[in-house]
């Protein structure tokens, strides 16, 4: 377990590639899962082609020709929650306005988080996920849409550059977490939406050194 408060690296994993690192406080750690904060303000890193486009800003086709580099920058928007259920493939976070009031919840669907602690060598602690672009987005009401099929669709049809190893078991995942949306289940059921950070807690200025450490290996 995490100890809470220490700070721990949500790491993206995009096939061989490390996609994007965000520095995240945590808040608790338990049989529930993993609680993150992710503060505005908190630097952070992420993976762009050498001529600074990142690859939202191009098709598919062309980012897996492109070489990449990892790039600084600053997590922009208002701070963040991100839950880490035990033993699933996805993260909810929980989106907030620039007054820091819930607005919508967010399945982000991926590969499970692996953990990792360098901690007892010097480096840092984090989690490893492999982001598999399908999302759900979930209103207050729990009304609920999917989100980037079509982003899916074009990287699917380029399986020997594409991570998402099994599109069924990805879209059946979805679905299960569906159900329990619509059924108020938790996380949906208001938990953590009234969440308010400590005031005095301060973005991470910089990410911490080991975040560069060789992905988590899976089975």
Same mark, same amino acid.
């Given at each position: 377990?995490?100890?809470? $408060?220490? *700070?721990?690296?949500?790491?993206?994993?995009?096939?061989? +590639? !490390?996609?994007?690192?965000?520095?995240? +406080?945590?808040?608790?750690? /338990?049989?529930?899962?993993?609680?993150?904060? !992710? &503060?505005? $303000?908190?630097?952070?890193?992420?993976?762009?082609? !050498?001529?600074?486009?990142?690859? +939202?800003?191009?098709?598919? *086709?062309?980012?897996?020709?492109?070489?990449?580099?990892?790039?600084?920058?600053?997590?922009? #928007?208002?701070?963040?929650?991100?839950?880490?259920?035990?033993?699933?493939?996805?993260?909810?976070?929980? =989106?907030?306005?620039?007054?820091?009031? =819930? *607005?919508?919840?967010?399945?982000?669907?991926?590969?499970?988080?692996?953990?990792?602690?360098?901690?007892?060598?010097?480096?840092?602690?984090?989690? @490893?996920?492999?982001?598999? /672009?399908? @999302?759900?987005?979930?209103?207050?009401?729990?009304?609920?849409?999917?989100?980037?099929?079509?982003?899916? &669709? %074009?990287?699917?049809? !380029?399986?020997?550059?594409?991570?998402?190893? @099994?599109? &069924?078991?990805?879209?059946?995942? #979805?679905?299960?977490?569906?159900?329990?949306? %619509?059924? $108020?289940?938790?996380?949906?059921? #208001? *938990?953590?939406? /009234? =969440?308010?950070?400590?005031?005095?807690?301060?973005?991470?200025?910089?990410?911490?050194? $080991?975040?560069?450490?060789?992905?988590?290996?899976?089975?």
């Amino acid at each position: 377990m995490f100890q809470p $408060g220490s *700070t721990v690296l949500y790491r993206n994993i995009d096939g061989p +590639r !490390l996609a994007s690192v965000r520095p995240c +406080r945590v808040i608790s750690d /338990d049989a529930r899962g993993l609680l993150l904060w !992710l &503060a505005r $303000g908190s630097a952070v890193l992420v993976e762009q082609a !050498l001529d600074g486009r990142g690859i +939202r800003a191009m098709p598919f *086709t062309e980012w897996v020709t492109l070489d990449t580099h990892v790039v600084p920058g600053t997590w922009q #928007g208002p701070g963040l929650l991100k839950f880490i259920p035990p033993d699933v493939d996805y993260s909810v976070w929980f =989106f907030r306005d620039d007054y820091d009031r =819930f *607005t919508s919840w967010y399945v982000n669907l991926e590969q499970r988080a692996l953990r990792w602690d360098d901690s007892a060598t010097g480096g840092a602690r984090g989690i @490893d996920v492999i982001d598999q /672009d399908l @999302d759900i987005v979930i209103a207050p009401d729990r009304s609920w849409q999917w989100k980037d099929e079509a982003e899916l &669709a %074009e990287r699917l049809a !380029l399986p020997e550059h594409y991570w998402v190893p @099994d599109e &069924a078991a990805l879209w059946a995942e #979805g679905r299960r977490v569906v159900k329990q949306i %619509e059924a $108020g289940a938790f996380p949906f059921d #208001g *938990t953590w939406t /009234d =969440f308010q950070p400590d005031p005095s807690w301060e973005p991470v200025a910089e990410v911490p050194p $080991g975040w560069d450490r060789p992905p988590v290996p899976r089975a």
